[in-house]
């Protein structure tokens, strides 16, 4: 399958996310993350999420959480995606510098997942391949490049 954005993969996601702890959820997040290839000090990327964590928590809802931090352990924007027993959703953002760019895409993202339809068509998918489908037809659909 093509991708179209660069900072996401079918591989960095999983509809099979184990429940457990916060700092859990994020270390299993973080190890997909590294499957985008951006991601170069695994420890730093989870001690910036976590520290971000510790400030505010991150959680949207009850089905949605998206812990979000700006790391020098990564080398370029990038998300990975969790989904536990289609329950909760999720999705860890990272990036390495605070730009426009950047800034579009975390709220983009953050918009596109608490859309109500879009949440739950990522709760029922069955596959990576199928919640990559959905966030890119929804990321297209708020118009990001």
């Known amino acids: 399958m093509a991708q179209t954005y660069a900072w996401i993969t079918a591989d960095s996601i999983t509809t099979d996310l184990e429940n457990g702890s916060k700092e859990e959820i994020i270390e299993q997040l973080v190890e997909l993350l590294r499957l985008t290839g951006k991601v170069t000090d695994a420890a730093l990327v989870e001690q910036d999420i976590l520290k971000r964590e510790a400030v505010a928590s991150t959680a949207i809802d009850d089905t949605f959480d998206a812990p979000h931090a ?76």
């Open 70 to 145: 700006l790391t020098k352990g990564v080398s370029d924007f990038c998300i990975s995606v969790g989904i536990v027993a289609h329950q909760a959703i999720y999705m860890l953002i990272a990036w390495n510098e605070s730009n426009a760019r950047n800034l579009r895409y975390l709220a983009t993202l953050l918009e596109v997942v608490k859309n109500d339809e879009t949440k739950q068509k990522l709760l029922a998918a069955e596959t990576s391949d199928a919640v990559y489908r959905i966030l890119e037809s929804a990321l297209q659909a708020a118009g990001l490049e």
